[in-house]
């Protein structure tokens, strides 16, 4: 059973450009959580998603970023003219039935803005 | 929200030491997670303990739910225990999970 898979492992990208990271969950997870982490900082939350619904959004900054979870394919974070202070970690995690259940990290996306 | 704090932000041990993390939350938690951040980046959960103890290998964890904290035991460390430890909660009918800020365990030879 494959783990959560994340890409790209890293990313960089210009001032003003777009970023896109795609998370796979679990097999069987139908819920995905984003957290980003700035170096030698902890993981804060940025959203949670379910198929094809944003169920908690409380933790994304109201411009420049979006997300998405489709009925098929990846869940996809979008940064849109991406700034330095972008730069960070992102982590998506899954589980299979929210949050009564442990919660499984991808690898992560290591998004560096020039 | 919840507050998560840990403690002690830093540690130091040689091989072979025993050592206790403690997580404490500021409210009545529905679930509570244990994480380790090695130092390729990657986050392993290591338990998913709401409540009362429980054990895998050289580690252990108990979460006294009723006095809002939890502990997490390592016993005869080694060198690939180094790292960053998370403790994470969920709180009443918040659907996010909140980490804490983290221990930084160092083992030495």
């Known amino acids: 059973n494959a783990g959560v898979m994340q890409n790209p492992r890293h990313l960089v990208r210009r001032r003003g450009q777009e970023a896109r990271l795609r998370c796979s969950p679990m097999?069987?997870?139908?819920?995905v959580y984003w957290y980003r982490q700035l170096p030698e900082e902890g993981l804060k939350f940025m959203v949670y998603l379910q198929k094809e619904n944003i169920i908690d959004e409380s933790g994304m900054p109201k411009e420049r970023f979006s997300a998405e979870f489709p009925k098929e394919g990846p869940s996809i974070l979008r940064i849109q003219q991406v700034v330095r202070g972008d730069s960070a970690a992102y982590f998506c995690?899954?589980?299979?039935?929210?949050?009564?259940?442990?919660?499984?990290f991808g690898n992560g996306t290591r998004l560096t803005v020039t | 929200g919840i507050q998560v704090e840990q403690s002690p932000p830093d540690l130091i041990l040689q091989e072979g030491a025993n050592s206790t993390l403690r997580c404490n939350f500021s409210d009545s938690v529905n679930n509570l997670q244990w994480f380790h951040q090695n130092p390729w980046g990657q986050l392993i959960n290591l338990f998913y303990i709401p409540s009362g103890t429980k054990q895998n290998g050289r580690l252990s964890a108990t979460t006294v739910a009723t006095e809002r904290y939890s502990l997490l035991y390592i016993s005869s460390s080694q060198t690939t225990d180094s790292g960053v430890y998370f403790c994470a909660a969920h709180t009443g009918t918040a659907s996010k999970l909140t980490f804490g800020t983290g221990t930084r365990l160092q083992v030495t030879l």
């Open positions: 097999k069987g997870h139908s819920h």
């Open positions: 995690a899954s589980s299979p039935t929210g949050r009564d259940s442990p919660l499984h």
